[in-house]
């Protein structure tokens, strides 16, 4: 079978351990492989958003190493080249949602370009006034990629196509034209705890995708094992255990409240979350509300004569030191009947949900914990575990204020909750030739993952051509270039 592989994640020690772990799988399935990797040529990543030369120079040597240790023949593995961009007609857009239509050689690259700068800057109110040179870079990287493999697919025809992540702008187009030419794909991911997951022709951030998984975990799993399993994941999940995924509690105080909590009222906390991630990804919009501010001043405002209705908004940990749109939308909120909880607050969020009668998420895993741990829960948007019934999910702000308002909601079945459980302490293969232990005690093939090898000098040097376009570019994203952040670029 003739396998394209595209690997630009050197500068991760488990994305890039897990890409050699499915390069490795496939060479062992005598797959006739293609890689190709950035070479430093492409004007940044997701990982070196400033096309930092010291970062890329590590980047190529460790997916040397990586590549190395593989076995592959040279000839198997290719480099992106620069390629001619004079067709590439850049406007100027006013608004993301131009900015995300945008496509190059009928190919949409917009969305990989918009979901790069959201993440970079976690800002999804884009423009060009206010982003011209980065959107600018992002477009010219990504059209270059666009040119780049749509050469090689007419001309080698692979049989199917292996890419991490697929939702940032250096590998968007790719997945793009994989649809195009009606190739099977696979992303590859993080899986739970150590394992990773090849999501086939569907980006990992597909609630669907993530939903037919869950099911036929669940369906497979032995019963006399999967009620127990589940429930150990949100019972370890609660501790601020890191076992399943990152923890964002286990800084906060046990048992701690808001000094204002009145329990004589209706109580309902809201967990709310950051936008960026998923902001253009198709699957995950709607038409209940523009932002989730805009959802909860909404809430506010009609509740407002109902005294004994109060909301606690804890906000998420993942939006502390962010300063955009959606945390400055929310410092501006003032109202008597809402108390807001800053992202890095001690208080915790466990405590929050067990005082408040109803909880309130927006896609937050909150959402079916608060259900497993017996309280009325609502999903007001989307979320992974939309589908799983253990949730209430009103269509309109009258079905969610009339859920809000209902003193006598009852929680839904605990064991509801149990197939996402399930899901996220199980999905996925375990690796058998990497081992993640950090950033530098990373192991593949019982190598030790070195953040620079003899060769990085040498990219160093190869790389000093780009110092100017690496120059402008930090200034656009961290501010001047100096000694002090000259290794900055993430």
């Not at 990773?196 to 037919?212: A, C, D, E, Q, V």
């Amino acid at each position: 079978m003739k396998t394209l592989f595209y690997t630009q994640t050197g500068l991760t020690s488990k994305q890039i351990g897990l890409c050699g772990e499915v390069l490795e799988q496939l060479i062992k399935s005598d797959h006739d492989i293609r890689v190709v990797r950035c070479g430093g040529v492409l004007q940044n990543c997701y990982f070196n958003r400033s096309h930092n030369i010291f970062a890329c120079a590590s980047c190529q040597s460790r997916e040397n190493k990586i590549l190395e240790l593989t076995q592959l023949d040279h000839n198997q593995i290719f480099t992106i080249k620069n390629e001619d961009l004079d067709e590439l007609n850049i406007p100027h857009f006013s608004n993301l949602s131009e900015l995300q239509s945008f496509s190059f050689k009928n190919i949409n690259i917009g969305r990989g370009v918009a979901s790069s700068i959201i993440s970079h800057t976690r800002d999804f109110e884009i423009n060009s006034s206010k982003y011209h040179l980065i959107i600018e870079n992002e477009l010219r990287k990504a059209a270059n990629v666009t040119l780049y493999f749509a050469n090689l697919i007419q001309s080698w025809q692979p049989d199917v196509i292996y890419l991490f992540n697929g939702r940032f702008a250096e590998v968007y187009p790719l997945l793009e034209l994989a649809k195009n030419f009606s190739i099977p794909y696979y992303c590859i991911e993080a899986g739970a705890g150590e394992n990773y997951h090849l999501f086939k022709n569907s980006l990992p951030h597909s609630i669907k995708g993530r939903t037919n998984i869950m099911n036929e975990i669940w369906e497979k799993h032995n019963p006399m094992q999967r009620d127990q399993a589940a429930k150990a994941y949100y019972i370890t999940k609660r501790t601020g255990s890191e076992q399943y995924e990152k923890s964002y509690t286990n800084k906060q105080i046990k048992n701690l409240l808001p000094g204002d909590f009145n329990s004589s009222k209706i109580n309902v906390a809201i967990f709310n979350s950051s936008e960026d991630e998923v902001k253009t990804i198709d699957e995950w919009q709607h038409n209940l509300y523009a932002t989730q501010n805009d959802a909860i001043k909404r809430l506010c405002e009609q509740l407002k004569e109902h005294e004994n209705i109060h909301f606690y908004l804890r906000v998420h940990p993942n939006l502390t030191n962010v300063d955009n749109s959606q945390l400055k939308g929310i410092n501006s909120m003032d109202y008597s009947n809402l108390s807001i909880i800053a992202p890095d607050s001690r208080i915790s969020s466990y405590a929050l949900m067990e005082a408040c009668d109803k909880i309130l998420t927006f896609g937050s895993t909150m959402g079916i914990e608060a259900t497993f741990w017996g309280k009325p829960s609502i999903l007001y948007g989307k979320s992974y575990y939309m589908y799983t019934q253990a949730t209430y999910l009103p269509n309109d702000l009258d079905e969610l204020l009339s859920l809000i308002k209902n003193s006598s909601l009852q929680p839904k079945l605990k064991q509801t909750t149990y197939p996402y459980g399930l899901f996220l302490t199980s999905y996925g293969k375990p690796a058998q030739h990497f081992k993640h232990n950090g950033k530098t005690d990373s192991v593949f093939k019982n190598h030790t993952i070195k953040s620079f090898y003899w060769t990085s000098p040498l990219y160093i040097l190869k790389f000093l051509k780009y110092f100017s376009h690496w120059k402008n570019l930090h200034k656009e994203y961290f501010g001047s270039l100096t000694w002090k952040n000259i290794l900055r670029y993430k």
